[in-house]
C-alpha cells in the first residue's frame, strides 16, 4: 500500500482506530531517544521524558479517556519543544544517527497527538500518514507491524506492540528513562 493509499484508507476509519495506529507507530520508535543521551548528554533522556508525556495524552484520546484539547496542544508542542532541543543539541555538538533517529520520534509523537486534535477526518488522515511514515523511516520497526495495524483498522484488535518480543533498544531506552526518576510530565504516569 502506497502512503497516499495509507491516507484514503485512514481517512474513512474511525479516529479513534486512526489516532491508536499512529500513537503505536510513535510509542513503538520513542525510546530510540534514548541513545541521543550517548552523544547529547543525559538531557536526551528528558527529551524522552517529554516524547513519553506526549504519547500518555495521545493514549488517553485513544483508549476514549477524558482529555481537553488543550492538553493535546500541549502533547503535540511538547514533542516539539523536545524536537527544538535536540536540534540545538546537533548545531552544538553536531549531528548524529543518534539525532535523526531522535528527531524522527519526536515526529511521530507530535503527529500522533495532531491526529486526535484534527478538525476533520482528512486532516487527521495527514497527520497519521506523516507520523506513520516518521516511525517508518528511521527502519527500526518492521513494515509488518504497519501493516498488521491496518489491518485491524476496523476490529481494533490490534494485540502487542511488540508481538515477538520487543527490541533490546527499545527496552533500553525504556529502562534509561525509568533510571532517570524525571518528574511525570502532563499527568503522566
Given at each position: 500500500m502506497t502512503w497516499n493509499e495509507l491516507e484514503a484508507v485512514f481517512a474513512g476509519a474511525d479516529r479513534r482506530a486512526v489516532a491508536e495506529v499512529a500513537w503505536r507507530a510513535a510509542k513503538r520508535l520513542a525510546p530510540v531517544v534514548a541513545r541521543a543521551a550517548d552523544?547529547?548528554?543525559?538531557?536526551?533522556?528528558?527529551w524522552l521524558n517529554a516524547v513519553a508525556a506526549s504519547l500518555a495524552a495521545t493514549e488517553r484520546f485513544v483508549r476514549g479517556q477524558p482529555?481537553?484539547?488543550?492538553t493535546l496542544d500541549l502533547a503535540a508542542d511538547i514533542a516539539r519543544s523536545a524536537a527544538t532541543a535536540g536540534a540545538n543539541a546537533a548545531r552544538m555538538l553536531g549531528p548524529s544517527k543518534a539525532g535523526e533517529d531522535?528527531?524522527?520520534?519526536?515526529?511521530?509523537?507530535?503527529?500522533a497527538a495532531d491526529v486526535c486534535r484534527a478538525p476533520n477526518a482528512p486532516r487527521a488522515a495527514v497527520f497519521a500518514v506523516q507520523g506513520v511514515r516518521a516511525a517508518d523511516a528511521a527502519g527500526l520497526i518492521p513494515r509488518a507491524l504497519l501493516d498488521t495495524d491496518v489491518a485491524h483498522l476496523t476490529d481494533r484488535g490490534f494485540g502487542p506492540l511488540w508481538p515477538d518480543g520487543e527490541?533490546?533498544?527499545?527496552?533500553?531506552?525504556?529502562?534509561?528513562?525509568?533510571?532517570a526518576h524525571l518528574p511525570a510530565l502532563l499527568g503522566g504516569g
Open positions: 552523544v547529547y548528554g543525559p538531557d536526551a533522556v528528558e482529555v481537553s484539547r488543550f531522535a528527531e524522527l520520534a519526536f515526529a511521530a509523537a507530535a503527529f527490541p533490546d533498544w527499545s527496552a533500553d531506552g525504556w529502562r534509561r528513562l525509568e533510571s
